[in-house]
């Protein structure tokens, strides 16, 4: 057979496409961070681990967490070893645009915001924000709408969710925005703030370690969805995300790090708490 009559595909397939600058569906793979993760036979992923239980240190300072164990499960099922980096939960978005990490997974709420700088996965956890408020400066406060007040003070934890939403629906209320979690707590145990807004779990295990001096309001006022966020654009790398979170739902492998995480909370953190 000649060589020459394949010369029109050919043409119509590489010389065409190059020619006329257009990307193939090869270079963007190559491109794409799952090809990259595979050639360097390792996947870095980003979080900030200090959020239980999701990421958090144990005895031996290892982290471990429903997101570490998802981190290591999509790395085994690349094939691939692991790295974790451990940073500032406001520096995450700008070290995956910045190439530093290939994915992050840390709890992270997916939003309309944020989805317009990184790309999600579809979302692996379901649940919202809720308040742990200070018995010593709002002892009858029952309800979060009380809360957009210029007498009352929120503590928040800069650049989550409980900031974002404190600036939208609480205008009127004064922010205390910290760094670090423990200093939001600290806050509303001390009566310097009325109130701490953070995710469901959080908010339980901080009242559980605090009963005397908190209360907590545990019926979420948003919804957040914690998801996978990779660089915009990826496709290639988002599709098998995806596929990767589907299979694992569907096998059981993500049920029982659920029940490993969540199965002896006791039941009221699991549900909505009345009004
Ligand atoms: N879900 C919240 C957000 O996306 C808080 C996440 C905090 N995660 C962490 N690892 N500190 O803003």
Redesign the pocket.
């Known amino acids: 057979m000649s060589r020459l009559r394949f010369f029109p595909l050919l043409f119509a397939l590489v010389f065409v496409p190059v020619l006329a600058g257009a990307v193939t569906t090869f270079e963007i793979f190559e491109a794409s961070t799952l090809n990259q993760v595979v050639k360097r036979n390792k996947l870095i992923v980003g ?2 681990v ?2 239980f239980p ?2 958090y240190s144990d005895t031996r300072g290892e982290p471990v967490g429903v997101d570490v164990d998802l981190a290591r499960l999509a790395a085994k099922e690349l094939g691939v070893e692991i790295e974790i980096k451990d940073m500032e ?1 406001s520096g995450l978005i700008p070290a995956l645009q910045g190439g530093k990490i290939d994915m992050i997974i ?4 997916r939003t309309l915001a944020r989805a317009k700088t990184v790309t999600f996965t579809k979302p692996y956890f379901e649940t919202g924000l809720c308040a742990l408020v200070s018995n010593k400066k709002a002892p009858d406060l029952t309800r979060v709408s009380q809360l957009n007040d210029p007498r009352r003070v929120i503590a928040v934890k800069l650049g ?2 409980g900031d974002i939403v404190a600036s939208k629906l609480f205008p009127k209320a004064r922010l205390n925005r910290y760094k670090e979690e423990t200093a939001c707590v600290l806050d509303v145990v001390a009566g310097r703030a009325d109130a701490f807004f953070y ?1 469901q779990l959080s908010i339980a295990k901080h009242h559980r370690q605090n009963p005397g001096t908190t209360h907590a309001i545990l019926k979420p006022f948003t919804y ?1 969805p ?1 998801a996978i966020a990779i660089r915009s654009g990826d496709f290639v790398f988002l599709n098998w995300l995806n596929q990767f979170l589907e299979t694992i739902k569907a096998d059981g492998r993500y049920e029982r790090l659920h029940h490993e995480y969540f199965g002896d909370l006791p039941q009221r953190e699991k549900t909505r708490d009345p009004d």
């Open positions: 979080m900030e200090k959020f999701f990421e939960f840390s709890g992270m709420t989550t969710t995710d957040e914690y």
